[in-house]
Structures are given as C-alpha cells and as structure tokens.
C-alpha cells in the first residue's frame, strides 16, 4: 500500500537549519510530484512547496521562498525540505504528500513537528 | 498568495445538509477546474474527499458533493452524519503553479 513517511523534525533556535525527509513506498515514486503542506498548532493548513515527478520544477509559497528548498532523490525513493533561517512562525506540523494529475493531493504521511524556539 | 475564504464554521443536526463555501480569485479557484477538498480530524492527517471541483475519489461517500460557479467553490454535505464533524478544507491550483488553501471551516453536528 502506499506510504509516506516523514522524519527529521524536532526542537531547534530561531536561526538555524533543519533538514525534513519523506520515505515513499508502494508507488513509483519517480512518476509523481511531490509537495510539502504544514500545520502550525491549532491552525489550518498551509500549502508549501512542489516539486515535480523529475525534479525538473520546484515552486514554493511566498512565506518560505529564499529560505527553504525542496529537493528529491527518486532512487532512494525519498523527498526533502532544507529548511534555512527558521523563524518561530514555521513552527508546524509538516506533511509529506503526493500530488496527483498536478492539481490535488491524494495520499498524507502522518506529518513530523518542527518547533522553532529559543 | 491569500488564503481562499472559508466560514470558520457550520453546524447542524443529523440528517440536514450543508454548504461549505470557498472563495477565491481568477487567479485560482475561478480560473481552473482543480479545487480540491479535504477533511480532517483532530490529530489526524486531512483526507481527499473531492478533487477537479466535483469528482469523489473511490470510497468517498456520495453525500460529499462539489461546485463551482465563478470565484466560489462549493462542498455539500447531505445527510449530515455524527462522523462528519470535522474540519473542511478546500484547495486551489493557482495561475503561479502553486496552490492555496482555504482557511478552514469546522463542521459540528449537533
């Protein structure tokens, strides 16, 4: 069955970096776009970047634009954010989630939580 | 990008239907047939219940319904069931190739 799996979040200062990755299997990764959706607490969702099936395109929101980037490894069947220069307001939960037909998304991983504090 | 516009929410009893509005611009809600909706629980991960404005994927209940008419989308819950409450969330492909979400709308059956 398909599955994303996302990990690498956790605790770090205003300022620095982190690096999130997704684990994909039961689909053929390489075929599909892939996006990045976060959640801050209590909040709703806000969409946050694309990368297409062949990492040929990426697009990103304007709140993380110049700061974060989505890259992917389709041999490795896996997704990533670099996320730089964190501000406590990216503090969220961040979903891995695969894009279908470039204009929805049908399946979430279970999300990894980034707190950005001092 | 703004946020699409959402109530922040609805509510009513079993059985009776609701409307969720979801407005947009002619940048993205009324310049593409690609408004999704999804629905999530508290602590859980959204699901797709509509996609390309009405389409229900494989296993959505067919008391899930879309629209769309100029800027504004719509998803119609009829037969309001207890299950139902949850947060609703639409989507939209937008004239940048980037997408936007609505703020949210919480359903509750009461």
């Known amino acids: 069955q398909v599955q994303v799996v996302e990990s690498g979040g956790g605790v770090v200062q205003p300022g620095r970096s982190l690096r999130l990755s997704c684990a994909a299997s039961?689909?053929?990764?390489?075929?599909?776009?892939m996006h990045w959706v976060r959640q801050a607490p209590g909040k709703g969702l806000e969409w946050v970047a694309i990368?297409?099936?062949?990492?040929?395109?990426?697009y990103y929101a304007e709140s993380v634009k110049g700061r974060f980037t989505i890259s992917r490894d389709n041999s490795k069947n896996s997704l990533f954010l670099q996320m730089n220069s964190l501000r406590p307001e990216d503090t969220a939960v961040y979903y891995c989630?695969?894009?279908?037909?470039?204009?929805?998304?049908?399946?979430w991983g279970q999300g990894s939580l980034v707190t950005v504090s001092s | 990008q703004s946020a699409l516009t959402q109530p922040a929410s609805v509510s009513a009893s079993p059985g009776q239907s609701i409307t969720i509005s979801c407005t947009g611009t002619?940048?993205?809600?009324?310049?593409?047939?690609?408004v999704s909706w999804y629905q999530q629980h508290p602590g859980k991960a959204p699901k797709l219940m509509i996609y390309?404005?009405?389409n229900r994927p494989s296993g959505v209940s067919n008391r899930f319904s879309g629209s769309k008419s100029g800027n504004t989308a719509s998803l119609t819950i009829s037969g309001l069931q207890p299950e139902d409450e949850a947060d609703y969330y639409c989507?939209?492909?937008?004239?940048?190739?980037?997408?936007?979400f609505g703020g949210g709308t919480r359903v509750t059956v009461l």
């Open positions: 989630v695969r894009d279908v037909a470039n204009n929805h998304f049908d399946y």
């Open positions: 039961g689909f053929t990764f390489r075929n599909y776009g």
């Open positions: 990368i297409w099936y062949d990492g040929s395109n990426k």
């Open positions: 002619s940048s993205d809600v009324g310049g593409h047939n690609y």
């Open positions: 390309e404005v009405s």
């Open positions: 989507n939209s492909y937008t004239s940048s190739n980037t997408r936007v």
